[in-house]
């Protein structure tokens, strides 16, 4: 199994740009989340989701977008890009239930310069 | 809304050497799940374990092992005859049990954990 993929793995930015983090997951798990990882920190909750068609906001959702059409996918939208925006940006996946286990994808490195 | 606390930015102990790292946690729910992540340089974010608030027995996995003091609102991590493998990040993780999970996990900043040979 794939698990949880993240596309791309590396990116650069200029300011103002705007680009779509992809997640994919082959779980067939109903919760999906986005949390960004800044330098020296935990990584905090930008938005989540825990079905087709329904998403809410995290912790930090200022300056992004979500979507999801499908069980399977969950992109991120960043509209306007700033450098407050760097950061490392993880999508997770997990069955219904807190006491389920998130499965991670291997991140996003993105840079706003 | 919950907080979780990591006050050892950096540990280092000897291979062999059996480590405990700290976390504390702030909240007002009365169930709950805590968990212990593991991201090595690779990035890859790795549940190492996981205890329920309802549980008074300490969970254990192997060389892993928390002490939950529920009273306290503490969980720690004991790492038994430490490899160098266990090189990481770790990362301390709360999550209410109400709407199945659905609203995430809130972090603590991490402790860089460094096994030296």
């Known amino acids: 199994n794939a698990g949880v993929t993240q596309t791309p793995k590396f990116r650069i930015l200029k300011i103002g740009q705007s680009m779509t983090l992809q997640c994919a997951q082959d779980?067939?798990?109903?919760?999906m989340y986005w949390y960004r990882q800044d330098p020296g920190m935990g990584l905090k909750l930008i938005y989540y989701s825990v079905g087709a068609g329904i998403t809410d906001k995290g912790e930090v959702p200022n300056g992004y977008n979500v979507s999801r059409s499908t069980t399977e996918d969950f992109p991120l939208r960043l509209e306007l890009a700033a450098p407050s925006q760097t950061s490392v940006y993880f999508c997770a996946s997990s069955q219904r239930g807190a006491r389920q286990p998130q499965h991670f994808g291997d991140g996003t490195r993105l840079s706003i310069l | 809304a919950q907080t979780v606390t990591q006050s050892q930015p950096e540990m280092s102990v000897q291979e062999a050497e059996t480590v405990t790292l700290s976390c504390t946690y702030d909240t007002s729910e009365s169930n709950y799940y805590l968990f212990w992540y593991k991201q090595p340089p690779s990035r890859q974010m790795i549940l190492v374990i996981r205890q329920e608030a309802y549980k008074q027995q300490n969970a254990t996995e192997n060389r892993f092992s928390v002490n939950f003091q529920k009273a306290a609102k503490s969980f720690s991590l004991k790492i038994s005859d430490s490899q160098l493998g266990d090189t990481a990040m770790y990362f301390c993780a709360f999550m209410k049990h109400d709407r199945g999970g659905a609203d995430g996990l809130t972090f603590g900043k991490g402790t860089h954990l460094i096994i030296q040979p």
């Open positions: 779980m067939n798990h109903n919760y």
